[in-house]
């Protein structure tokens, strides 16, 4: 199955996004270290490790989230700004948990943030201790950031799915048979639904759209994320680790079950063929103009054909 890599202008109004969204961060950041350094310099220290952290990333939640809020409304507020940036951030505690979890060394081209206190300690122990405190920091400051009560009960109530599916994900690593059903949950609530359809219905949500267009992103955003993870998986096999920024085989060395392990190549073909396609149908109903409709499009492809 061959795709053209959409990597173009049709994608820019999206990835634009992202300096705004990583400003925020930035500026939120260095505010919480001012306090934090005021209770000893461990505060300063995790603030200078997460800042390079959190926007070295695609931001793809974050800048997700004001884009769908920019379809159904042009006025972006600080508030989309400020939900952006704690997505953002609960992302980030997840990934420094993830890379404690999968002992991996190397994260967005740099050590991991265990891996880089582990070498100021010279301590594994301390350093994922150390990686763990600042994964929880993320989180909590992430709620601080969602003001709005109704906000932060959406998002909470769909990032509780990734704990549970992160449990399985650490059980399929211990060689644990699993099946094509049991990965395609896994994939659904531990990357799909919180990285595409939650950030897409929080977009579509704060900008006041119906009911049925925020359900129809939902759907549409859990065959992105389908799409994503799989070529997720594809890239941790065969990717370059100069271009990911991630270590290949890390998958493979922690034995853990993927749809590309579990089915036969022309059988995963087809599945991506029925995502792609239920994502067209789903983009074709959305009550947007054209060029957003060949933008969203656009993204689609991205998430089969990337290269990180």
Not at 50 to 68: A, C, D, Q
Not at 71 to 94: C, D, M, Q, W
């Amino acid at each position: 199955m061959q795709y053209n890599n959409p990597m173009s202008d049709s994608l820019q109004p999206i990835l634009a996004h992202k300096k705004a969204v990583d400003d925020y961060l930035v500026s939120f950041l260095n505010d919480k270290k001012k306090k934090l350094t005021q209770i000893n310099a461990w505060g300063g220290d995790v603030i200078d490790r997460l800042i390079p952290f959190v926007t070295s990333g695609k931001t793809t939640r974050g800048s997700l989230t004001v884009y769908i809020y920019s379809l159904f409304e042009k006025n972006l507020t600080p508030e989309i700004y400020r939900v952006a940036a704690a997505l953002e951030l609960f992302h980030s505690g997840f990934l420094i948990h993830d890379d404690v979890m999968d002992q991996d060394r190397l994260r967005r081209g740099r050590a991991s943030l265990w891996e880089q206190y582990r070498l100021t300690s010279d301590d594994t122990h301390i350093g994922m201790s150390q990686a763990i405190n600042a994964g929880d920091l993320c989180f909590f400051m992430a709620q601080e950031l969602l003001t709005d009560a109704s906000t932060l009960s959406l998002v909470v109530k769909e990032l509780q799915p990734v704990i549970i599916a992160q449990m399985q994900d650490v059980m399929s690593g211990k060689g644990k048979s699993m099946s094509k059903d049991e990965v395609l949950s896994l994939y659904r609530y531990k990357t799909a639904r919180y990285t595409f359809s939650l950030s897409m219905t929080v977009g579509a949500t704060l900008a006041g759209a119906t009911q049925n267009n925020v359900s129809l992103l939902e759907r549409l955003g859990e065959s992105m994320g389908l799409l994503y993870q799989i070529r997720d998986d594809e890239l941790s096999v065969e990717g370059d680790t100069s271009i990911t920024g991630k270590p290949t085989g890390s998958d493979e060395k922690n034995t853990k079950q993927t749809l590309a392990i579990l089915l036969h190549s022309d059988e995963l073909n087809d599945f991506k063929v029925s995502l792609l396609e239920h994502c067209d149908d789903e983009i074709s109903k959305l009550p947007i103009d054209p060029s957003g409709k060949q933008q969203l499009t656009a993204l689609v492809r991205f998430c089969l054909t990337r290269d990180k």
